[in-house]
T-cell receptor, first 113, second 115 residues
Framework: GDSVTQMEGPVTLSEEAFLTINCTYT??????LFWYVQYPGEGLQLLLK?????DKGSNKGFEATYRKETTSFHLEKGSVQVSDSAVYFC????????????FGSGTQLTVLP | EPEVTQTPSHQVTQMGQEVILRCVPI?????FYWYRQILGQKVEFLVS????????KSEIFDDQFSVERPDGSNFTLKIRSTKLEDSAMYFC?????????????FGQGTRLTVV
C-alpha cells in the first residue's frame, strides 16, 4: 500500500538557519505529493504541492522537488523564521478522484529567536 | 475565503456514549473526508464520501462509525459507543473535482476526549 516516511522530529533551529525535512514515499502508480503545515491550535493547511517528476512546489519561501528516481519530496527553506514553528506533514495522493491523502508522521519544527 | 467549519471544537464524553461530530464543507466541493490524529501521532484516514455514499474507508472505520450528509450542507461523523482509544483530534476535509492534485481543505478539528 501507499506510505510516507518522514524525518523524525522534533527539529529545533535558530532563526535564519537552513531547514531540510526529509520525506520519501512508496506508492502504486504516479502520486501527487504535498506538504501540509499545522500551526499550534489550528488545522492542516496546504503549504505546497507537486504533481509530476521534477516539478518544484514553492510557497512562503519553502520549496520541495518531486524526485521520482529517489521517491523523495524533501522540504527546504533557506532562512527560517520564528513564525515557521509548526508541525509539517508530507502526504501523497494516488490516482482516483475520491482518493484520500496518505500522511507521514509529521515533523515538529521549533525556531528560536 | 471559503473554509471548512467543524463543531464543536472540543467534546468530552463518557466511554460508551454516542457522539456526533459536525462539519460544514466548502459549498461547491463534492468529496468529503474524515481523518483523525491521536495526540503525537500521524494523521490517519478514516473515510471518504462522494455522491452520497462512502467511497473508501480504512480499517479504523469499523461498525461503530458512520457518516452522513443529511441536508446537503452538513457532513457528520457518528461514533456509536465511544472507547477510550477514540480520543483524538478529528479533522473534516473537502475537495472539489480536479483530479489527483486538487487541494483538500481541512477544518480546524474537533478534539474528542473520552473519559
Amino acid at each position: 500500500g501507499d506510505s510516507v516516511t518522514q524525518m523524525e522530529g522534533p527539529v529545533t533551529l535558530s532563526e535564519e538557519a537552513f531547514l531540510t525535512i526529509n520525506c520519501t514515499y512508496t506508492a502504486t502508480g504516479y502520486p501527487s505529493l504535498f506538504w501540509y503545515v499545522q500551526y499550534p491550535g489550528e488545522g492542516l493547511q496546504l503549504l505546497l504541492k507537486a504533481t509530476k517528476a521534477d516539478d518544484k512546489g514553492s510557497n512562503k519561501g519553502f520549496e520541495a522537488t518531486y524526485r521520482k528516481e529517489t521517491t523523495s519530496f524533501h522540504l527546504e527553506k533557506g532562512s527560517v523564521q520564528v513564525s515557521d514553528s509548526a508541525v509539517y506533514f508530507c502526504a501523497l495522493r494516488t490516482s482516483g478522484s475520491a482518493r484520500q491523502l496518505t500522511f507521514g508522521s509529521g515533523t515538529q519544527l521549533t525556531v528560536l529567536p | 475565503e471559503p473554509e471548512v467549519t467543524q463543531t464543536p471544537s472540543h467534546q468530552v464524553t463518557q466511554m460508551g456514549q454516542e457522539v456526533i461530530l459536525r462539519c460544514v464543507p466548502i459549498s461547491n466541493h463534492l468529496y468529503f473526508y474524515w481523518y483523525r490524529q491521536i495526540l503525537g501521532q500521524k494523521v490517519e484516514f478514516l473515510v471518504s464520501f462522494y455522491n452520497n455514499e462512502i467511497s473508501e474507508k480504512s480499517e479504523i472505520f469499523d461498525d461503530q462509525f458512520s457518516v452522513e450528509r443529511p441536508d446537503g450542507s452538513n457532513f457528520t461523523l457518528k461514533i456509536r459507543s465511544t472507547k477510550l482509544e477514540d480520543s483524538a483530534m478529528y479533522f473534516c476535509a473537502s475537495r472539489s473535482p480536479g483530479g489527483q492534485a486538487a487541494e483538500a481543505f481541512f477544518g480546524q478539528g474537533t478534539r474528542l476526549t473520552v473519559v
